[in-house]
């Protein structure tokens, strides 16, 4: 380093305050009150580090004045939550990387009243004795499947694992090859099985299942037949899985009594084959309203015969994360007494966000007021309004943006391989004038993050899964970038 810039240099360190200095600035004691001394003293000095660096590289000390501002810049950003609110513009309407489903306004407003203070969680208010938090969304998951029963666990998952493990365990379960599945997150069903207790007896092949493979392998020793969703694949071609109704018609003739539903007997469990339906996401609404395959129907599975089936609530029901296991009273009955529920339970808050959610479907009101729906739903000429709007808005803001035609999907392991028309706003590297992930990157570091696609170079957005009220986050953001 040359004599003078040297020279500068140390003019400049000399013009730093002292970190007690800047602590016993009034505005800085603001700060202090809110975040703690020891919070507060060691931003001062990662503050300090980086003025230090900065005029080592030729900057200069910031005006004393400065110092309260760019303290408190700085300590938002270290005091930012983990866990954050996103702008989903992806298209993927049941994102799992972005928290799956958001909720519905009734959801929310119960899980902030019920929280705020003390519930009725574990009380029957009506005995006034200890009642089971079992029972608060079973009368309305009935209602809605038609089930004789319900429980509720912490997701999907945990629901299989506990009704494999309470009714399956030392006894053989019997699966198509073509279902044995990896949901993500390495939930893989053999080894769930496994876990259980339950000794997989796997039948058919890849492509091809009859349900007289089913019929081929039942022997005294088994427990359940099941039933597992496709979730996150789907085979095309030469392929054949038995309905749902044929493994019922199967299990009912070779269960060992075949005595009326309401015998004693016959409500043990040990006494019948069961029928198992793992529908990963299930809906409660017809998917093919909306030009979609149809997506199999939790109401269609009880109907069918099923003697369990289990569905997740943050997929396309629309709710907040949970496991639903709807079926026979008997079955049910057995998963409640179970050891590993407790493990597997839900909290209250939960609870408050299922049961609201649930009250909206069964006033018919799902469509209107649950956000997965409305953006399934969402019309092309709306989405190619909004497209058109946020063209203009940016224009106005000098962004220069391209519409394209282009497809948005489900996600949540629902409907793979299907898409919904829509109208994407794109944006080239020519605007933006660097490297497109880059670009990306600077929009999901943001003050609000941005989760976009990336297609032929360019940054894509869908206005299917961006929320009215995140419009204007998102072209700010955008313009920024
Ligand atoms: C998603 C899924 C699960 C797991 O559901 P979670 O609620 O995420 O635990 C289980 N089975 C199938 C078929 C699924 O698609």
């Not at 907040?320 to 597997?344: S, Y």
């Amino acid at each position: 380093m040359s004599q003078p810039a040297e020279q500068s240099v140390q003019i400049q360190y000399r013009k730093l305050p002292s970190v007690d200095a800047v602590l016993g600035n009034p505005e800085v004691r603001f700060l202090v009150a809110e975040h703690g001394l020891s919070q507060v003293t060691d931003t001062v000095r990662g503050l300090m580090a980086s003025v230090r660096k900065e005029i080592a590289n030729g900057g200069t000390a910031p005006q004393p004045e400065q110092w309260p501002f760019l303290l408190h810049q700085r300590i938002a950003r270290e005091t930012e939550p983990e866990l954050r609110t996103v702008i989903n513009a992806t298209g993927v309407v049941i994102h799992t990387n972005l928290g799956r489903a958001p909720l519905c306004d009734a959801a929310r407003l119960a899980m902030d009243s019920v929280t705020a203070g003390y519930s009725n969680l574990e009380y029957d208010l009506s005995i006034g004795e200890r009642g089971s938090r079992y029972d608060h969304a079973k009368r309305l998951l009935c209602e809605l499947t038609g089930a004789e029963d319900a429980i509720v666990l912490n997701n999907c998952a945990a629901a299989i694992f506990l009704a494999l493990s309470a009714l399956c365990n030392g006894r053989e379960v019997v699966v198509s090859r073509g279902q044995l599945v990896e949901i993500g997150g390495g939930f893989r069903i053999p080894d769930v099985l496994r876990q259980s207790g339950g000794q997989l007896v796997e039948v058919g092949t890849t492509n091809r299942t009859h349900p007289s493979d089913f019929a081929n392998a039942i022997s005294d020793r088994t427990a359940a037949l099941m039933r597992i969703h496709a979730s996150n694949f789907r085979q095309i071609g030469f392929t054949a899985t038995p309905a749902l109704t044929d493994l019922v018609t199967i299990a009912q003739s070779y269960s060992r009594s075949n005595m009326d539903d309401n015998s004693p007997a016959a409500n043990d469990n040990r006494n019948r084959i069961l029928v198992i339906d793992d529908l990963g996401s299930g809906t409660l609404i017809d998917t093919t309203k909306y030009g979609l395959s149809p997506e199999p129907m939790v109401q269609e599975s009880i109907k069918a015969g099923a003697d369990l089936v289990a569905f997740s609530g943050d997929k396309l029901l629309g709710g907040p994360q949970a496991g639903m296991v709807v079926g026979r009273k008997a079955c049910i009955a057995r998963l409640r007494t179970h050891p590993l529920t407790r493990a597997l339970r839900v909290d209250k808050m939960t609870l408050a966000a299922l049961e609201a959610t649930l009250r909206i479907y069964a006033a018919g009101r799902a469509e209107e007021c649950i956000p997965v729906w409305q953006m399934i739903g969402a019309s092309k000429d709306d989405l190619s309004a909004t497209a058109d709007r946020w063209q203009r808005r940016l224009l106005q803001m000098g962004v220069a943006t391209e519409i394209w035609p282009g497809e948005s999907t489900i996600g949540g392991g629902s409907l793979p391989g299907e898409t919904l028309p829509t109208t994407l706003v794109a944006l080239s590297s020519s605007t933006f004038g660097s490297q497109v992930d880059g670009a990306a990157a600077r929009l999901r570091e943001g003050q609000s993050p941005v989760i976009c696609r990336i297609q032929r170079d360019c940054l894509v957005f869908d206005p299917r899964t961006v929320l009215s009220s995140q419009e204007d986050q998102l072209l700010q953001a955008i313009k920024s970038c």
